[in-house]
């Protein structure tokens, strides 16, 4: 079907997923029509009009309908909706594929990419991992076996609630970083090697990384939600950080001595100069003035 006319209606509209990328809705409406791929991308660079409003034609929903499922499609300057409908949708730094049953739910199959945060590796509804690693929706896996990675999921989500996502997303790059290298270093603890052996039993390789990504989370959200504490965080920049490393030893590391030597990843994070600038994944809510927090102040 030729589509050089950009407000003619696709004969088989979709619906869009709730954080869609642009990218994967345009995918999907081409698969639903059978055209080439990349053709609905290249009518809409051709053509002067908004994508807002060539998408509204094409999928046969109302521009407000897909403003809120996938904001990106706002143009500086579109006030369609005031700030804090926005406020703590992602700010599209990272991505991810929507869990496979939510999908099927609303009657859509195959990957779905979104734009998503950090803390969001967990269905909740059915108990699937969609964090790190998950590159497709045959990688998402069921986490029936593992409960105290939901577990730790609900304490990675107060910690936000009492913390601040920025303060916490900080943190949780650090102690990412830190625990991948260990896991690199083959220094991992006990149950990590019991949580990645249930949850690879099933031996499909295109799970292998999400399955160590999975049973890394335990060891990777304790680590964070000290590091996170502006009183640990103090400690482990010190002097004296021996207090910190001894919590790390008995809540993190299962009783490891204490992390030694330049190629250790905690010993870096502790020699290294604290950052100033927090790193948040979401929209921020709007200030006093109607703007959001990192806009400048308003005059009044």
Known sequence: MSVSGAFRPLPRPIRPYPDETTASFLRRLENANALIPGQLRHALRS???????TLSAWSGHDPDVLSLAMPQLLRDGDHHFPDRVLAGRPNRTIRGIACRRCAQARSIGGN?????THDKVICPRHGLWIGEGTNSC???????????ITTAWRHHRNLITRLGRARVRTAWQASSWINWRWYQQARQPRTFRIRHRILSKNDRIPQKQAAAAAALYLPTAALASVIASPYWEKIAHSRHPQPFLDRIRHEVTEGWLPPQGIYD?????????RADDLVSDSISPPGPC???????PCDN
């Not at 779905?112 to 998503?116: C, G, L, P, S």
């Open 265 to 273: 990843p905690l010993r870096q994070w502790m020699l290294e100069d």
């Open 290 to 296: 109607g703007q959001p927090h990192d806009s400048p």
């Open 138 to 148: 045959v990688d998402q896996l069921p986490l029936r076996d593992c409960p105290e």
């Open 47 to 53: 053509q002067g009009e908004p994508w807002l409003n």
């Open 112 to 116: 779905i990419e979104i734009y998503t």
